[in-house]
């Protein structure tokens, strides 16, 4: 029995030594199917900020940006939304054959400042800014970031109007439908920025089941000079896509880092990818 208790403590430990890598902070959207048969086809999307990829254990991401494009490329409404500590979530009717593209679109702002000879950092929305920074301040540093979510859902035989760029912040443009991934496949995809291709950037790729697993497993891929990178999916499962332009600042030799730039961008998709 002791030498049992042991060599579990030695696997905790073993587990707590690359589990670090894993404990990040990531927003993500998950929906209960991507493919969806039923005559009356519903599906529900969960929204969540977590540690562990696809876990609700942090707290409910605002879904305030949601945008919902049928498969006919119209917005629509979802029939019911929810808010609670750990997960937001939202059931949308599919009342169309075809695939839908579900996003979340936020911005946020951060500025540093001097008042009366003392750094202060702020953060919240561009529309409170003006409001919350005191007139008298001076030395105004401004940094905004434009984070997107996606994720994608076929009810019947998947379309493709809803695969067209949006030309609008950083997104990843599926050149191979996104509802038809399926293990040990390539799939290929482009990376944009205002429509435009973003070259020598690393997009991360990690499947879900990092707490089973106890390690990130985490996929690298850079695009090339089209923007485009290819991927070929390890096995079935949920994937969760990251891609930030540009890189953030690293440290410097002194130990501070370089101020972040004017502009950020984040992208983040979630995607299914079946057995063969």
Same mark, same amino acid.
């Given at each position: 029995?002791?030498?049992?208790?042991?060599?579990?403590?030695?696997?905790?430990?073993?587990?707590?030594?690359?589990?670090?890598?894993?404990?990040?902070?990531?927003?993500?959207?998950?929906?209960?199917?991507?493919?969806?048969?039923?005559?009356?086809?519903?599906?529900?999307?969960?929204?969540?900020?977590?540690?562990?990829?696809? +876990?609700?254990?942090?707290? #409910?991401?605002?879904?305030?940006?949601?945008?919902?494009? *049928?498969?006919?490329? %119209? @917005?629509?409404?979802?029939?019911?939304?929810?808010?609670?500590?750990?997960?937001?979530?939202?059931?949308?009717?599919?009342?169309?054959?075809?695939?839908?593209?579900?996003?979340n679109v936020s911005q946020n702002v951060m500025a540093s400042y001097l008042l009366n000879g003392e750094q202060k950092r702020w953060r919240g929305t561009e529309d409170n800014m003006a409001? +919350?920074?005191?007139?008298? #301040?001076?030395?105004?540093?401004?940094?905004?970031?434009? *984070?997107?979510?996606? %994720? @994608?859902?076929s009810s019947g035989k998947p379309t493709d109007t809803v695969l067209k760029a949006a030309n609008q912040g950083l997104e990843l443009v599926p050149i191979t439908h996104p509802n038809e991934?399926?293990?040990?496949?390539?799939?290929?995809?482009?990376?944009?920025?205002?429509?435009?291709?973003?070259?020598?950037?690393?997009?991360?790729?990690?499947?879900?089941?990092?707490?089973?697993?106890?390690?990130?497993?985490?996929?690298?891929?850079?695009?090339?000079?089209?923007?485009?990178?290819?991927?070929?999916?390890?096995?079935?499962?949920?994937?969760?896509?990251?891609?930030?332009?540009?890189?953030?600042?690293?440290?410097?030799?002194?130990?501070?880092?370089?101020?972040?730039?004017?502009?950020?961008?984040?992208?983040?998709?979630?995607?299914?990818?079946?057995?063969?």
């Open positions: 029995m002791r030498k049992t208790v042991i060599n579990k403590t030695l696997l905790a430990v073993a587990l707590l030594a690359v589990l670090p890598q894993a404990q990040a902070h990531r927003q993500w959207l998950l929906p209960s199917s991507t493919q969806i048969e039923a005559k009356e086809a519903w599906v529900t999307i969960d929204g969540a900020v977590s540690e562990s990829l696809f +876990e609700f254990d942090t707290n #409910a991401l605002a879904l305030d940006g949601l945008q919902i494009i *049928a498969p006919d490329g %119209t @917005f629509i409404n979802p029939e019911n939304s929810y808010k609670g500590k750990f997960r937001s979530s939202i059931d949308i009717k599919l009342l169309q054959k075809g695939t839908y593209k579900i996003s409001k +919350e920074i005191p007139a008298e #301040a001076t030395d105004i540093k401004v940094s905004r970031t434009f *984070a997107r979510l996606d %994720t @994608f859902v991934l399926f293990a040990q496949e390539k799939a290929t995809f482009t990376l944009l920025l205002d429509g435009q291709p973003v070259a020598n950037t690393v997009v991360s790729i990690i499947a879900g089941g990092v707490r089973y697993r106890g390690v990130l497993s985490e996929i690298s891929v850079t695009t090339d000079a089209k923007g485009q990178l290819n991927v070929t999916w390890p096995y079935a499962g949920m994937y969760w896509l990251k891609a930030s332009y540009p890189k953030a600042p690293e440290m410097q030799a002194d130990g501070t880092r370089a101020p972040m730039p004017e502009k950020r961008y984040n992208y983040a998709a979630t995607l299914e990818v079946l057995p063969q």
